[in-house]
């Protein structure tokens, strides 16, 4: 991995059939997140109308491990995002691991 600790991932215009322009999207990455993914932060292309799902679907299958958490919340623009959420080029998006307190 290079020093600047981004990773750059091509969709390749997958998601849905989707063709077009591609939008980045930063990811920011926390706890065994950011072990998995070997960077603090992420940066996804993602074709314009893609939903958390299928930046999930992206994710999981870049970095398999995370499919096994047993919880892992997708925030978006600092709210607990649902699958069905569009996202869109300037949102902040963040993986949120499991975590344990006592």
């Keep these: 991995m290079s020093s600047t ?6 969709f390749n215009n ?6 077009g322009i591609d939008m980045k999207c930063s990811v920011k ?3 065994i997140t ?15 109308g893609s939903t958390v ?7 999981f299958s870049r970095f398999p491990r995370l499919s096994t958490l047993t919880s892992l919340f997708i925030a978006v ?4 995002a649902e699958d069905g959420q569009v996202l869109n080029e300037e949102d902040e998006i963040a993986l949120i691991p499991p975590v344990a307190g006592g």
């Design 77 to 80: 623009n600092q709210s607990y």
């Design 53 to 59: 799902a299928d930046f999930k679907n992206e994710l």
């Design 14 to 19: 997958r998601v849905n059939g989707l063709k």
């Design 29 to 31: 990455t926390f706890g």
């Design 34 to 48: 950011r072990d998995i993914a070997g960077a603090k932060e992420v940066v996804v292309e993602l074709p314009e």
């Design 5 to 10: 600790d981004f990773l750059y991932f091509a």
